[in-house]
């Protein structure tokens, strides 16, 4: 008899605008993927982000709200990619899926609305 399966919350952007993953690449776009922080926050308010709408990042592309703040320092930590810091932008239209747990996805974007497809291992 098969087990409950295990689910995974994966962000995503619904609506075009701006890629959350897809606007950046490798490593630094499975951590932004799976960032806790802003999970449990659209799980406590699915609008968060998209309350503040446009006052998320600066012209610079600096993070202004919190919880960006502390992602762009957690991905400065972990990958020492300043340069290379995904843009932010695209949090303002997060929302959360969830996968199976022992399957891959593929994200991808058209006009930074983003759409996926899982993959399954195969035998």
Known sequence: MFGVEQMRKILITNSFGAGWSSWCG?????????????????????????????????HNNNPVEPILQQLQKDIEDKFGLEEDMPYLGGAQNLSIIEIPDDCHIIISDHDGKEKYNIVYDCI
């Open 26 to 58: 490798g490593k630094v776009a499975r951590f932004i993927a799976t960032y806790q922080p802003i999970i449990d926050k659209l799980e406590e308010d699915k609008n968060y982000f998209k309350n503040i709408g446009y006052n998320l990042i600066d």
